[in-house]
């Protein structure tokens, strides 16, 4: 009789463990994992500066003319590097300030030739790489803007790398000095901003209250302010203050505002002031219209479930699995323990 | 011997306090004209760009966000200049292998940027703003900035857990996908 009840304990705590382990097998299986954790990244390997000026670079020059200057390059580190120079068009990040695009050279950015494009550096080396600027004959407005941009050669092979054997959603990352350029000719400054449309969009992330931008006149303008608030009826669905970074002449600005939850299909009423610095304020007094398309594109793209962290949460039904598989190990534990417990009989 | 001794020490005294007093002032004026001399030569904006964790997930049918960790970061502005500053990030469109899947994942990631703190040996008071959630795509979008007179010395971004959110459509292909982001510090346009 011992014998069997000490069979029974035995044979429960291993159905226990199985159940568990099969719960934990599932749980780990469904999963999003995050393969391993980032490491602390290394510091910076080289830095970009002007020669004979601190900051960004200020060229004054007619049309027609050639202006000349030049950066230095400086390898931060112990070991030989190539950095790799590039001359960039200026145009507004999503939010303000300058995006320097390398891929085309087709705005004022074209204008730069480097002396070289490729610079090899000794450990803790320097080396002053020349530039010039030709301004085109045809050239007007007073201000012009372009970058040169530093990138580590190494950097760029490792974007290049095309994934490899990587299993995963990976993220490479390049790491970009740029220094901005003004060519400045003669001509009046003037700054102006204007608001050319709004509308609500639609996007993976959800919906949004897009205004497109553009910012006039022969200047930058340093920075502005949004507030603006949107109304259904009396309700106010919507309220904002945002500030935006430098803004380019010339170049067109979609701000977007995340909206908070979903839209409904109808109309909204946007009101606020745009308050650009240096330049006329512009109020915003008009509708935007969420279509019947736009509410079922919506629908279709946006998850429908909350978020899910790659590195920590898991699906309802591995909790619910686990949390079975525990409450059953609990249970012949329980069971075992009562049968351990029993007073022995005699055997007749 | 008493009476003697008193009158002259007191010549001695007070002729000794005038040699002195000749022999300290030029030495006071030598110290009030020797200036420590030297030059604080102007240092480099740069930066350190966060190593973003990568991360493996199921096609589910349905659109689903998936959200990683994204690592420290820093600036440094060494240039002495107080001018500002500002770090701007943009993102290709995942692809895999390279190449544009069919179904991609376009203009679908989202970072939180964490805010920037004085590192240890900073005394710096005022650091560099940090942006609202931003959506990245090839436009670059301003993470952090640094308006004049403020984000001068070394800033650290702690690291976030679950600070990018990528949106995977339903209907997206199956592959090791990837993306490269660029972050870009610069000084302001002048």
Known sequence: ?348 | MRSFLHPRVTRVTAAIAVVAAFAVVPVAAQAADTDATGTLAAGALTNVAPVITPFNATLTGVTQTIQTDVGASSVTDATGSGAGYSVTVSATAPTVGGVAAGAGTGSTLTLTPTDATAAAGNPALVGPDTSAPVALGAVAATISNAAAGSGQGEWDYAAGANDLSVVIPGDASAGAYSSTLTFTTAPPVA
């Open chain 1, 1 to 348: 009789m011992t014998h069997l009840r000490r069979r029974a304990g035995t044979s429960a705590v291993l159905a226990g463990l199985t159940i568990a382990a099969f719960a934990a097998a599932s749980a780990s299986a469904a999963t999003p994992t995050a393969p391993a954790p980032a490491p602390k990244p290394a510091g910076p390997t080289f830095s970009v500066t002007p020669v004979g000026s601190s900051g960004a670079l200020l060229l004054h020059g007619t049309p027609g003319r050639v202006l000349h200057g030049a950066v230095r390059v400086h390898n931060t580190t112990g070991h030989t590097i190539t950095v790799v120079l590039r001359r960039a068009d200026v145009r507004n990040a999503s939010n303000g300030n300058a995006d320097y695009d390398t891929s085309s050279g087709s705005g004022t950015g074209g204008w730069l030739r480097l002396a070289t494009t490729d610079v090899r550096l000794a450990p803790r080396a320097s080396r002053d790489v020349a530039f010039t600027a030709t301004v085109p004959t045809t050239a007007t407005g007073a201000s012009h803007y372009a970058g040169i941009v530093a990138v580590d050669a190494k950097d760029l092979a490792s974007a290049a790398g095309k994934g490899g054997k990587k299993r995963s959603f990976s993220f490479n990352r390049v790491t970009r000095q740029a220094l901005p350029l003004t060519i400045r000719l003669p001509g009046p400054l003037t700054r102006s901003l204007a608001l050319r449309s709004a509308a609500i969009n639609v996007q993976p992330v959800g919906a949004g209250l897009i205004l497109n931008l553009l910012p006039g006149g022969t200047e930058l303008i340093q920075s502005a302010t949004i507030r603006l608030r949107v109304t259904r009826g009396s309700t106010v669905v919507l309220r904002s203050t945002a500030g935006l970074g430098q803004l380019f002449p010339g170049e067109p600005l979609a701000y977007r505002i995340p909206w908070r939850g979903k839209p409904t299909k109808g109309s909204y009423q946007v009101s606020g002031v745009i308050t650009p610095r240096g330049a006329a304020p512009i109020s915003i007094n008009q509708q935007v219209t969420f279509t019947p398309a736009k509410a079922a594109a919506l629908k279709q793209a946006t998850p429908a479930l909350p978020g899910t962290a790659a590195s920590s949460s898991m699906p309802m039904w591995v909790w619910i699995a686990l949390a079975a598989g525990a409450a059953g190990l609990l249970a012949l534990l329980i069971t075992v323990w009562k049968l351990a417990r029993r007073p022995l009989r005699p055997v007749a």
